[in-house]
């Protein structure tokens, strides 16, 4: 049973990897910002990526950005996002009317 | 001349300049911008033309100035632990977006959060003269620092904006699979498999407007 289940989730995350832009990355954001570990987290986050709809440039910029940042500060091993690698942390004079 | 007139040739003269369509988003710049579409993924060409051609309305009620231009990017694939690695990119039809008289940045700013709202949007470019960067405002939560530097757009940078109008764009400004089209085998059977067999093929130079990117200066990152 484990292994089918790894084999699905296998063949979705191909499925995600060759698909239409946007979604693979989206797929791994959505893992890592909810902490998406186990086969069975992973399996329901790559059905609601190919279910869900289109990915924009925005989304996809944000999303390529927070992967980057996790796996820079956090490292792939911590499922948490960065919180300190915001770039409001980094730099607090960016931008102070956004809250 | 009227001075509906003088904006309107004002507005032309700015979707051909590639130095203006720049200078909007420096340091320097007295107006907020932004760059924001109602395209959306999931819909045909036609029916995202058609919501774009909402938003522009949209935006002339609410007193903006705009003009079109092509959001661009490009996302890198790999397989078989990075031995093949292809690009998939994307673009939509958008809109430079600044007020036509004096308006508050917070103003601005919450006008344009309401039309990402009202459109279904993630979010959209923005630079106010009050920040130091240009930053991804979202529809819901913090905006994202995207960077303060912006220039022509080279191979390196993933995300930029094409404009329509104007001279053609340099060689320096395209990607490498658009020069030459992709070469590698194992590269185009991917991109036909994808429904992207128009990438194994040169791009068409006369189709593409000169482009800029906002990136991150040194020290940024």
Do not use: R, V
């Given at each position: 049973m484990n292994f089918i289940s790894w084999f699905r989730l296998f063949l979705l995350e191909q499925r995600l990897n060759f698909g239409a832009f946007g979604k693979y990355d989206r797929y791994r954001c959505w893992c890592l910002e909810r902490n998406g570990k186990t086969v069975a987290e992973k399996l329901h986050i790559a059905r609601e990526v190919i279910d869900g709809p289109g990915v924009s440039l925005a989304e996809s910029q944000h999303n390529v950005e927070f992967i980057r940042k996790h796996s820079v500060v956090g490292g792939k091993a911590n499922g948490r996002p960065a919180k300190d690698a915001s770039p409001m942390n980094r730099n607090p004079e960016l931008h102070g009317t956004g809250s | 001349m009227k001075f509906a007139e003088w904006l309107a040739l004002d507005a032309m003269a700015a979707r051909r300049s590639f130095a203006r369509s720049v200078g909007k988003f420096?340091?320097?710049?007295t107006k907020p911008v932004a760059i924001l579409t109602a395209f959306r993924g999931e819909r045909s060409l036609s029916d995202n033309r058609a919501a774009n051609a909402q938003l522009a309305n949209d935006l002339q009620q609410l007193n903006l100035g705009f003009y079109p231009v092509n959001g661009m990017g490009q996302e890198d694939h790999q397989t078989l632990f990075g031995l093949v690695q292809w690009v998939v990119p994307s673009s939509e039809e958008s809109f430079v977006v600044q007020p036509r008289g004096a308006m508050p940045e917070q103003a601005f700013e919450a006008a344009i959060r309401n039309l990402l709202h009202n459109y279904g949007q993630f979010g959209a470019m923005m630079k106010l003269p009050s920040s130091l960067q240009a930053f991804l405002l979202k529809a819901d939560g913090d905006p994202e620092g995207k960077g303060s530097e912006v220039g022509a757009r080279t191979s390196n940078d993933p995300y930029y904006s094409q404009l329509k109008s104007g001279p053609r764009a340099d060689a320096?400004?395209?990607s490498p699979w658009e020069i030459r089209g992709e070469l590698n085998p194992v590269k185009r059977a991917i991109n036909w498999w994808g429904g992207r067999s128009a990438m194994n093929q040169p791009a068409d130079r006369s189709k593409i407007g000169r482009r800029f990117s906002i990136r991150q200066a040194e020290g940024e990152a």
């Open positions: - | 420096q340091l320097q710049t320096s400004m395209l």
